[in-house]
C-alpha cells in the first residue's frame, strides 16, 4: 500500500508538490512551537531549555514505532524507503562541520528556512552561509571526493550492524531517549537562564 | 498522572510489543552499486553450460546449482546435483540461509529468464561473491548438452573432450529425468534444500 510513490509511480511534478506540502506543515508546526527562535536551539547547547532534544527525538522514536508496526501490518513496506548511505569519513567530518553551524547559527537548516519565512534577519544571513558552504563543497568536491566517498558502508541500519531485530533495537530506542529526557531536565534546572527562557 | 507521562508509558509499551513481534532484520547492499553493476556485468560472474556440465561430470563438490524455476518445472527437469529454491522465495528470505558457505560456488539458473541476473545481484550486492550464474538456463542446457550431435568426419581431440562431456552429462541427466515420478519425487525430497544441514559447527 506505502510508500504511495513507488507504488503508483507518482510523475516529478507529484513528487515535488508532496515535497512542498509537507516540507510546508513542517515548517508550519517547527514555527509554531518557537524552533525559528535561535536561542531555542541554542539553549540545547548550554542546557537551558532541551526542546529541541525532547521534540526530534520524540518524534523519531513515534516514526520508528508507527513504521515498524504499519510495516508488521503491511500497509508500509519497509524494504521500499530510501535508506541514506552511510560514508564513516564524511558522516564524522560533515557532523563536525554541521554542528559547529549550528550552535554558531542557531538554527538548523529546518528551523533556519521556517525563521527565514517569517522574516528573521539572523535566519537570512544564516541560509546565506548554508548556501555559500554548499557552493564550496560543489566547487572543491574534485579536490575532496577521495574523503566524501571513503569507507562506504552501504544504506545500513543501526540495528543491522549490532544484529538486533528492529523491534528489539526500538525498545532501545525509547529507553534510552526517556533516560535522555530524564537528564535533560535536570539540565535545564541546573542551567536555568529565566531571563532568556522567558521570552521565548 | 500528567499527558507526558501517558505518552511515554503507551510508547514503551508500544515498542515492547515490537521487541516481542516476529520481525526479522533486512539487511542492506554492502556494496557500491558501481561496484556491484561492474561485478555483475563482468564475464567471471557466469558460467557456459559446458562448464557446468564439466563440474557435473566430475563430481565437483565445491559448485551448487541452484535452480530458480518452480517445483513443477524444476521436477519436470532435474539438472543432476542442482536443489530447487523458486526464486519468489529466494528473494524473500535472508540469502544466509543457502549461500552461508563460502567454500561452494552457487551457481543460479532458470530457464533462460533474467531473475538468475536478479538473484545474482541481490547475493552480490549483500556480500555474497560464492554467487555466479549459468548462462541461458535450462533451455540453453537442452540445446547444448542434450541435443548436442556430431557432425562432420574428423573430430579434434579437443572436440572429442566436450563432446565426452556433453554425452556423459546428457546421459546423466536423462537417466535421472527418466526415473518413475514417484521415485524421483522421493529421490529430490530426498536432497531437498535444508538450512539444518548446513548449521554445521561442532555437534
Redesign the interface.
Known amino acids: 500500500m506505502a510508500p504511495l510513490s513507488s507504488y503508483y509511480a507518482f510523475p516529478e511534478w507529484l513528487n515535488m508538490l508532496t515535497a512542498f506540502l509537507i516540507g510546508t506543515g513542517f515548517g508550519f508546526a517547527l514555527e509554531q512551537a518557537g524552533f525559528s527562535s535561535s536561542r531555542k536551539l541554542a539553549g540545547m547547547f548550554y542546557g537551558y531549555d532541551t526542546t529541541v532534544l525532547k521534540v526530534f527525538f520524540t518524534a523519531a522514536i513515534v516514526a520508528l514505532i508507527g513504521s515498524q508496526f504499519l510495516n508488521y501490518l503491511g500497509l508500509l513496506n519497509l524494504n521500499q524507503v530510501y535508506v541514506n548511505e552511510y560514508y564513516v569519513t564524511a558522516s564524522i567530518a560533515g557532523g563536525v562541520i554541521m554542528g559547529a553551524g549550528f550552535i554558531m547559527g542557531g538554527f538548523c537548516p529546518g528551523t533556519g528556512l521556517s525563521a527565514l519565512s517569517i522574516g528573521k534577519v539572523d535566519a537570512m544571513v544564516f541560509v546565506a552561509g548554508g548556501f555559500a558552504g554548499a557552493f564550496i563543497f560543489t566547487e572543491t568536491y574534485p579536490l575532496i571526493e577521495g574523503i566524501a566517498t571513503a569507507q562506504y558502508k552501504g544504506p545500513v541500519k543501526i540495528n543491522e550492524s549490532l544484529g538486533l531485530s528492529p523491534g528489539l533495537f526500538t525498545l532501545i530506542m525509547v529507553a534510552a531517549a526517556a533516560i535522555m529526557f530524564w537528564i535533560a531536565e535536570l539540565a535545564e534546572k541546573k542551567f536555568a537562564r529565566p531571563e532568556i527562557t522567558n521570552d521565548l | 498522572m500528567d499527558i507526558r507521562k501517558k505518552f511515554?508509558t503507551l510508547?514503551?509499551l508500544?515498542?515492547?510489543l515490537?521487541?516481542?513481534?516476529p520481525?526479522?532484520?533486512?539487511?542492506?547492499?554492502?556494496?557500491?552499486p558501481e561496484k556491484l553493476l561492474t561485478d555483475v556485468l563482468n564475464t567471471d560472474v557466469s558460467f557456459t553450460v559446458d562448464q557446468v556440465a564439466e563440474f557435473i561430470v566430475k563430481e565437483d563438490s565445491t559448485i551448487q546449482l541452484i535452480d530458480l524455476r518452480s517445483p513443477e518445472e524444476f521436477r519436470k527437469q532435474t539438472i543432476p546435483g542442482a536443489v530447487n529454491i523458486p526464486y519468489n522465495e529466494f528473494i524473500k528470505k535472508d540469502p544466509e540461509i543457502y549461500l552461508n558457505n563460502k567454500n561452494i560456488r552457487n551457481i543460479f539458473y532458470s530457464n533462460g529468464n533474467i531473475e538468475p541476473d536478479y538473484a545474482l545481484v541481490y547475493a552480490r550486492g549483500l556480500g555474497y561473491n560464492n554467487s555466479f550464474v549459468m548462462v541461458g538456463g535450462v533451455s540453453e542446457w537442452i540445446r547444448t548438452i542434450i541435443e548436442t550431435k556430431f557432425t562432420g568426419d574428423r573430430i579434434t581431440a579437443r572436440e572429442n573432450a566436450l563432446f565426452e562431456i556433453r554425452r556423459r552429462a546428457g546421459d546423466m541427466f536423462t537417466e535421472l529425468n527418466s526415473l518413475p515420478d514417484s521415485l524421483k519425487i522421493r529421490f529430490l525430497d530426498s536432497k531437498k534444500f535444508s538450512a539444518k544441514k548446513l548449521d554445521g559447527g561442532c555437534q
Not at chain 2, 18 to 21: E, P
Not at chain 2, 24 to 31: C, H, K, L, M
Open positions: 511515554s510508547l514503551l508500544l515498542s515492547l515490537l521487541a516481542l513481534l520481525i526479522s532484520a533486512n539487511r542492506s547492499f554492502t556494496v557500491k
